[in-house]
């Protein structure tokens, strides 16, 4: 079991940036992947970033040169900066780990942290 924790949303004008932190615990081992996801009001949930336990990072094309995905494993932390906001990327943020145990993989999700973008 993963147990995740974001935190970091908020209401910020365009143009300006925030900063998500998701703490994960439990099962970290077993961790192989976390990201970002967000969903907007009657869309469904996409990927934003991601980055795997051997750093490698992978990003939606709406966000790419506007957002870093990191992480700092000895705190068992991954967070998303976010610049240039833009109204489009208002939505709700849910941090997610990617687990395998016997070939199996299983996804856990945070409680989701609310991101708005409005002047």
């Known amino acids: 079991q993963v147990q995740l924790v974001e935190s970091g949303g908020g209401l910020v004008q365009p143009g300006g940036s925030l900063r998500l932190s998701c703490a994960a615990s439990g099962s970290i081992s077993s961790i192989y992947l976390m990201g970002w996801y967000r969903q907007a009001p009657g869309k469904q949930r996409e990927l934003v970033a991601a980055?795997?336990?051997?750093?490698?990072?992978n990003y939606a094309d709406s966000v790419k040169g506007r957002f870093t995905i990191s992480r700092d494993n000895a705190k068992n932390m991954v967070y998303l900066q976010m610049n240039s906001l833009k109204p489009e990327d208002t939505g709700a943020y849910y941090c997610n780990a990617r687990t395998v145990v016997v070939f199996t993989e299983y996804d856990y999700w945070g409680q989701g942290t609310q991101v708005t973008v409005s002047s």
């Open positions: 980055i795997s336990s051997g750093g490698s990072t």
